[in-house]
C-alpha cells in the first residue's frame, strides 16, 4: 500500500513538473519570436537582414526547444526508472543477501556462526579468526586447496560464547605467497529506500547499503 503512495506522489510530481518546463520552453519561444519580429520590424532599411541570418536565429530557438522536450523525456523516464526499482527492491524486504563485510551470521537452528570470503586467485591455506567485540581470538577455521572466487565457512562456537558482535579476519596464502581474499557477510533486508534515485537497502546489522554493493540474494 505504501509503494503505491509512493508511486502516485512520484507520478504527479513527475507531471508537474512535466508541465513546468514545458510551459517555461514555450514562454521561452513566444519571446523569441516578438524579438525577431520587433528586430526586423525595425532594421535598417539600408542593411537588412538576410536570410541566411533569420534562418539562422530560428535554427537556435528550435534547437534549444527540442532540447527542452529532450530534457523533460529524460525526466520522465527518471521517474519511472526510480518506480521500477522500488517495486522490484519491495520484494528484497525479509530477505538474505550477500555483501562485502566482516560480520558473523548466527544459524538459529545449530547455533554456528557462518560467513564468506572471495579468493583472488587459488589458495594452498586459508585461516579464519574468529574475533569477538573485544579484538580476542575466539577461535581459528583452517581450510586448504581453495580455489579462487567465492567460499564460505562456519564455526560452532563453544557452549555459553557471546556469538553478538562477533567478526572474522581471513589470510589466505598460496604456499609462500600471500592471496587477497575479501571478507564477506550475509545480511537480512528490513527495508527499501530511494537516496537520489539511488536504490538503498536498510540492513538488519550492516545499516544502508546502495543496492549495487549487493552480490547475492538468497
Known amino acids: 500500500m505504501s509503494t503505491n503512495a509512493i508511486s502516485g506522489t512520484t507520478g504527479a510530481s513527475n507531471a508537474a513538473g512535466t508541465q513546468s518546463a514545458t510551459a517555461a520552453a514555450n514562454e521561452a519561444s513566444d519571446r523569441f519570436l ?7 520590424q525595425n532594421q535598417d532599411p539600408l542593411n537588412p537582414m538576410d536570410n541566411a ?11 534549444v526547444t527540442g532540447i527542452d522536450k529532450l530534457n523533460n523525456t529524460v525526466a520522465g523516464l527518471g521517474g519511472s526508472l526510480a518506480q521500477m526499482q522500488m517495486l522490484q527492491g519491495a520484494s528484497l524486504v525479509g530477505r538474505g543477501v550477500l555483501l562485502e563485510g566482516n ?5 538459529a537452528e ?11 586467485s587459488a589458495a594452498t591455506k586459508v585461516q579464519i579468526d574468529i574475533v569477538n567485540s573485544s579484538g580476542a581470538v575466539l577461535g581459528t577455521v583452517t581450510q586448504a586447496g581453495k580455489p579462487s572466487g567465492r567460499q564460505s565457512f562456519e564455526w560452532v562456537p563453544p557452549e555459553g560464547t557471546d556469538t553478538s558482535n562477533l567478526t572474522f579476519k581471513v589470510t589466505a596464502m598460496n604456499n609462500n605467497t600471500a592471496v587477497s581474499a575479501t571478507p564477506l557477510m550475509t545480511d537480512l ?3 527499501i529506500n530511494t537516496t537520489d534515485g539511488t536504490l538503498t537497502l536498510e540492513l538488519l546489522n550492516g545499516g544502508n547499503t546502495a543496492y549495487s554493493k549487493v552480490k547475492a540474494i538468497a
Open 34 to 40: 516578438k524579438l525577431l519580429v520587433t528586430q526586423m
Open 53 to 63: 541570418q533569420v534562418t539562422s536565429q530560428m535554427a537556435q530557438i528550435s534547437a
Open 103 to 107: 560480520k558473523l551470521a548466527v544459524n
Open 110 to 120: 545449530t547455533g554456528a556462526v557462518g560467513g564468506g570470503y572471495e579468493l583472488a
Open 189 to 191: 533486508v528490513n527495508a
